[in-house]
């Protein structure tokens, strides 16, 4: 029989994971949450410059596990289901392609006064007017500084009215990261970065737009916030068609449909002002734009709720695993798990990442789709300006047929994920082939590489890293050949906000748990410092009751001693008195008789 009980057990420390376990925690439920990786957040996870290079190691390294057989710890009526027992997120992550522009020769030999010729950065006029002299960075320096990097595996931005933020204000897991701004949306247009106007402010601030586009984008922008029934007309219509009658030109209807709305040309009329309509819902809420961006990167977040559930009771358990569930037959559900170490124990929910599920275990009803990643590590900012310190979303429309859209991150080093002198740039797109085939395209254009040409005034890749990631956002809820209580949570998706993740987590807790509040608020530290003066432990508390009923018995026992005392000596002073006036009138009598 199984000796520990959990009421949830999960494995796997990605976003949606880590929301469940805090949720379950914070409600007062036993939560056992575990990883077999050495590092929190699973694919959603940030390394430093160092840990990203033995990330992509141990990835090439990494071998399946033989399977062992555990049917000895079963009981009768009882089956074992098998999970995945591969060492990496081999199944989720593929082509791993490093680029870099410092020669192997170079790194070895290079000294600190002497640069590689691939390092010199090509300065532009604006740059040279406030930095005459730029300082190169060389191979070594990464080394050094790398851990002033935090690189994340997943590009994604938070919709400053998105579920995401919603979420970390109500449940108060806010408190334990810091945001920035985006400070600017651009795209990349005829061979160009430009910057895209969203607000209203920026509308009439801009440059690249004639009076007559101003009014014609504001008053777009103002009718869209409400749907009409020429809105209507269009459903299922495609939205660039819609945009086409409105009489808005190529120049805005670029800037509506890949900047704003973010959509391709296909999508539908009423996705695409849904999408614009949320779009403009963000802005001005914390900023001109409608994104914030965490402080030391993306892996922070899933960190922030597995501290709100480790607060509230929840075990942590890192290169830990599960080889198999242990399913009751007559009830077709979860009763416990086995883990790596051949313990049986016990639980009543299990919640697993899809990559840890074995394919006959999906049905045939996952659609495989995959996202196409590059990092970049760069010398400066695509599009400088006053300030080296904006963080910038970029879009970049198919540069050719057949070609993906793609979403451009760009971060500088206030944000703590790149060092000083550098730029942190993430691309994303919906693969069409590998990685390296659907991205380097953008990077050679947008970037100097040893690959491009004319390209001297655009800033140099140092370092590059192309890979292609599983597209969570296939994975059917349910469905799936897995025991009634088992839940399964697909990795990160590829839309730019987090709604997918915090959907799946919402959804699994209130198919568990209908009658609870998903993630209530946790309480004020000052009220958790009041309680713990207070009630925080057990025993202090009966000890100070104890003190209290022994200085009250204690005052209560010297009232009674003084009142005893007092009514004693006024009894003595009663006899003596007595006393005295017995003998005064003894002697009265005496001489009364004597005369």
Not at 38 to 52: E, H, K, M, V
Not at 99 to 108: E, G, I, K, L
Request: charged share 25%.
């Amino acid at each position: 029989m199984a000796l520990l009980y959990f009421y949830v057990w999960i494995m796997s420390l990605g976003l949606a994971e880590s929301v469940v376990a805090a949720a379950f925690s914070r409600v007062g439920q036993r939560v056992l949450h575990v990883d077999r990786r050495s590092y929190y957040a699973a694919n959603w996870a940030s390394f430093t410059f160092n840990g990203l290079l033995t990330w992509i190691q141990q990835h090439h390294e990494s071998q399946p596990e033989e399977a062992q057989d555990w049917s000895s710890l079963l009981e009768e009526g009882e089956e074992l289901i098998y999970l995945s027992n591969s060492k990496s997120e081999s199944d989720s992550i593929s082509n791993v392609q490093v680029f870099s522009v410092f020669h192997p020769t170079t790194q070895a030999s290079q000294t600190e006064g002497e640069e590689p010729e691939a390092d010199q950065p090509t300065t532009s006029a604006a740059q040279s007017q406030s930095e005459p002299i730029k300082k190169k960075i060389s191979y070594p320096q990464l080394l050094k500084e790398g851990r002033r990097f935090n690189i994340d595996l997943v590009s994604k931005l938070m919709y400053s009215r998105g579920s995401l933020v919603d979420l970390l204000i109500k449940s108060n897991v806010s408190r334990y990261a810091e945001f920035k701004n985006v400070t600017r949306i651009l795209t990349y247009r005829h061979g160009k970065v430009q910057q895209v106007p969203c607000s209203r402010a920026d509308v009439f601030a801009s440059r690249q737009l004639s009076v007559v586009e101003k009014r014609k984008l504001m008053r777009f922008l103002t009718s869209c916030m409400e749907e009409t029934e020429e809105q209507q007309a269009y459903n299922g219509r495609p939205y660039l068609e819609f945009l086409c009658d409105q009489q808005l030109g190529d120049n805005l209807q670029d800037f509506l449909l890949h900047s704003i709305a973010m959509v391709t040309e296909d999508t539908p009329t009423e996705e695409g002002l849904t999408s614009t309509r949320h779009f403009l819902r963000c802005l001005g809420r914390y900023g001109n734009t409608p994104f914030l961006f965490p402080v030391y990167g993306l892996g922070e977040i899933p960190q922030c709720f597995c501290r709100m559930c480790a607060v509230f009771g929840g075990i942590y358990c890192l290169r830990h695993s599960v080889n198999c569930l242990v399913m009751d037959k007559e009830t077709n559900r979860c009763k416990a798990v086995i883990d790596s170490r051949g313990q049986r124990i016990s639980c009543s929910h299990f919640v697993v990442e899809e990559g840890y599920v074995g394919a006959d275990r999906k049905q045939n009803i996952y659609n495989q789709m995959s996202l196409s990643r590059a990092v970049l590590i760069t010398d400066g900012s695509i599009l400088p300006s006053d300030s080296d310190q904006q963080v910038s979303m970029v879009t970049v429309p198919p540069i050719a047929a057949g070609c993906p859209a793609v979403k451009m991150v760009e971060l500088c080093s206030s944000t703590m994920t790149c060092m000083p002198g550098t730029y942190l740039v993430h691309l994303t797109c919906q693969s069409v082939g590998s990685a390296y085939e659907d991205l380097s395209p953008v990077v050679t254009r947008m970037f100097h590489t040893p690959e491009s040409h004319d390209q001297e005034n655009c800033p140099s890749v140092l370092w590059c890293l192309y890979f292609n990631m599983a597209d969570g956002s296939g994975l059917e809820a349910e469905g799936h050949n897995l025991p009634s209580n088992v839940y399964m949570c697909s990795g990160p998706d590829g839309g730019l906000g987090h709604e997918h993740a915090i959907k799946q987590a919402e959804s699994i807790f209130q198919k568990i748990l209908p009658e609870e509040d998903f993630c209530p608020p946790a309480p004020n530290p000052e009220d958790i410092i009041y309680d713990g003066d207070n009630t925080s432990s057990a025993m202090g508390g009966e000890e100070e009751e104890k003190e209290e009923t022994e200085d009250k018995q204690e005052k209560e026992e010297k009232e009674d001693k003084q009142e005893e005392k007092e009514e004693t000596e006024d009894k003595q002073e009663e006899e003596e008195k007595d006393g005295a006036g017995e003998m005064e009138k003894e002697e009265e009598q005496t001489l009364q008789t004597e005369e």
